[in-house]
């Protein structure tokens, strides 16, 4: 990687990186490049674009197609324990499972009888159990999605259970839940707050809950705050280091906090996914386009 794509905050950063890796860019044909989802088994890169309501995807040797339009203006993506598609749909204000035969299956629409409000980023844990964050970008403006009014009247996060319909709320006092990812163990869910898109006061930080085994997050703080920009998508490596999207690339942060470094990208990083099939390249997605490296150190295996 050219010492122009990163920044090295911490010495420890050095060995997360592929120094002999080339950034690449995939495409750059989008309005703004969100949820990148990889499945090992087909060596395939799915992610969204979401004002032009279409979802994208990517293999070697085959180049970028659509793999869905219209996508209900979808934003984050996830597989499941069964390598199936899960999708946050603005549009339709709801996280749906793309069955194998292609048929879709809606997951959650509805909380108390009320629609959500759009959901933006969803994982999957190893028990099944399906989280998410329901913020308003989705119905502020027809830009992705549909205006609406919030029926719920705040943003939330969720969680549904293995073989159970019920939505149940998680956290309710975010101002805008965004990207959500589990430490290794999964002992730990980092979920940002990126209000600050909106409003200069408003959070533009991740916080870390300790998760319960019955789901409950517990002893929630802030892990990081970041002096410009906003979190939005994140992921985590083997070794419990969150890599999140910023405003100038994507920032990596020890589990203490301490911000390691940085990949720098000429665009605003949206998400980014570990992928590969060693789980050791980095796929980003950044405002029009998509950007891949090979770096040091492998995705957190789920």
């Known amino acids: 990687m050219k010492a122009n794509e990163f920044e090295v905050h911490d010495a420890r950063f050095r060995l997360l990186l592929q120094p002999n890796a080339s950034m690449e860019k995939l495409f750059g044909d989008c309005l703004w490049a969100e949820g990148p989802v990889y499945f090992p088994a087909t060596d395939l890169l799915i992610w969204s674009d979401i004002p032009n309501n279409r979802m994208l995807r990517w293999a070697p040797g085959m180049g970028v197609g659509v793999y869905r339009a219209p996508s209900n203006y979808s934003n984050g993506?996830?597989?499941?324990?069964?390598?199936?598609?899960?999708?946050?749909?603005?549009?339709?204000?709801?996280?749906?499972?793309?069955?194998?035969?292609?048929?879709?299956?809606?997951?959650?629409?509805?909380?108390?009888?009320?629609?959500?409000?759009?959901?933006?980023?969803?994982?999957?844990?190893?028990?099944?159990?399906?989280?998410?964050?329901?913020?308003?970008?989705?119905?502020?403006?027809?830009?992705?999605?549909?205006?609406?009014?919030?029926?719920?009247?705040?943003?939330?996060?969720?969680?549904?259970?293995?073989?159970?319909a019920e939505v149940r709320i998680v956290s309710d006092d975010f101002v805008k839940p965004n990207g959500l990812a589990f430490s290794p163990d999964e002992s730990k869910l980092y979920i940002a707050d990126s209000a600050a898109s909106h409003d200069d006061d408003a959070p533009r930080h991740i916080r870390v809950f300790d998760v319960a085994d019955d789901g409950a997050l517990r002893n929630g703080r802030v892990f990081i705050a970041m002096q410009s920009g906003v979190p939005d998508g994140m992921r985590v490596d083997e070794h419990g280091n969150v890599w999140t999207s910023a405003e100038d690339g994507v920032h990596c942060y020890a589990p203490d906090g301490t911000l390691l470094g940085k990949i720098l990208i000429p665009e605003v990083v949206a998400n980014l996914t570990f992928g590969g099939l060693r789980r050791n390249r980095l796929f980003i997605t950044a405002t029009s386009s998509v950007y891949a490296v090979h770096v040091g150190v492998r995705g957190a295996a789920r």
Not at 130 to 143: E, H, L, R
Request: aromatic share 8%; charged share 30%.
């Open 77 to 164: 993506n996830t597989r499941d324990r069964e390598g199936r598609l899960v999708s946050c749909e603005h549009g339709a204000r709801r996280v749906t499972r793309t069955e194998h035969d292609g048929s879709i299956t809606v997951i959650a629409s509805h909380y108390e009888g009320k629609q959500l409000n759009s959901p933006n980023d969803v994982i999957v844990d190893s028990q099944g159990a399906i989280w998410f964050t329901d913020p308003d970008y989705g119905i502020i403006s027809d830009y992705e999605g549909y205006r609406a009014d919030s029926e719920i009247g705040r943003c939330n996060v969720y969680r549904v259970a293995p073989g159970d």
